[in-house]
């Protein structure tokens, strides 16, 4: 079956920097665009990040120049890399899958981000 298990949540303080990874099994890897959403509380679930297979990358505006997403294909991990963390980027951060030529997505149960002031 197809998992997406996140890592790399935590504490930091703000103005830290966190690597969050996602390791994808039960699916073929380079057929899925993988991203990055997250959910505050009281919020809708927003996309933070996401790459395609052939590597192309879209970002939320407010976090270009923070935030980089990339995709290790041996691996079959997407990490994103997010610097210069503030309080508002506190939010459960998830992974996802989505098929790049059919209806078909997964996602991850989550990892905790939390960052203090």
């Known amino acids: 079956q197809v998992k997406l298990v996140e890592s790399g949540g935590g504490l930091v303080q703000a103005g830290g920097s966190l690597r969050l990874s996602c390791a994808a099994s039960?699916?073929?890897?380079?057929?899925?665009?993988m991203g990055w959403y997250r959910q505050a509380p009281g919020k809708q679930r927003e996309l933070v990040a996401s790459i395609s297979p052939l590597g192309s990358t879209d970002h939320a505006d407010s976090e270009k120049g923070r935030f980089t997403v990339s995709r290790e294909s041996a691996k079959r991990t997407v990490d994103l890399q997010m610097n210069i963390l503030k309080p508002e980027d506190t939010a459960v951060y998830y992974c996802?899958?989505?098929?790049?030529?059919?209806?078909?997505?997964?996602w991850g149960q989550g990892t905790q981000v939390t960052v203090s002031s």
């Open positions: 996802r899958a989505d098929h790049w030529s059919v209806s078909e997505t997964y």
């Open positions: 039960g699916l073929s890897f380079g057929t899925y665009t």
